[in-house]
């Protein structure tokens, strides 16, 4: 009788999750949090070592950012920016609509 109540119990949480709508990320919070504006500004504020991302979106297309959070390295052989590509890819795709806002 035990497992049986174990059993419904874990179908009723693994029901509550997956039925739970996902929770989008802020992404100035996520940006922040990532360090992003250790280096890059951002309204001139944050750090002066990157580029700046004010306006990013017109400079680089969203598969281009895509690319940079996850091969930096790939666009810009010289870059010192980690690599996101740990990050799953709702709060990378995120963060790519945070910068395509940024026009």
């Given at each position: 009788?035990?497992?049986?109540?174990?059993?419904?119990?874990?179908?009723?949480?693994?029901?509550?999750?997956?039925?739970?709508?996902?929770?989008?990320?802020?992404?100035?919070?996520?940006?922040?949090?990532?360090?992003?504006?250790?280096?890059?500004?951002?309204?001139?504020?944050?750090?002066?070592?990157?580029?700046?991302?004010?306006?990013?979106?017109?400079?680089?297309?969203?598969?281009?950012?895509q690319t940079i959070l996850t091969h930096p390295r790939?666009?810009?052989?010289?870059?010192?920016?980690?690599?996101?590509?740990?990050?799953?890819?709702?709060?990378?795709?995120?963060?790519?609509?945070?910068?395509?806002?940024?026009?």
């Amino acid at each position: 009788m035990r497992i049986w109540a174990l059993a419904v119990a874990a179908l009723g949480l693994l029901a509550a999750c997956t039925l739970a709508p996902a929770q989008e990320p802020w992404t100035p919070d996520l940006a922040r949090g990532l360090g992003c504006f250790a280096c890059h500004s951002l309204a001139g504020r944050g750090g002066k070592t990157a580029a700046s991302l004010d306006r990013v979106a017109t400079r680089l297309a969203p598969a281009q950012l895509q690319t940079i959070l996850t091969h930096p390295r790939q666009l810009h052989a010289g870059a010192k920016m980690p690599s996101f590509a740990y990050l799953p890819a709702g709060e990378r795709q995120a963060l790519v609509d945070f910068l395509q806002s940024l026009k």
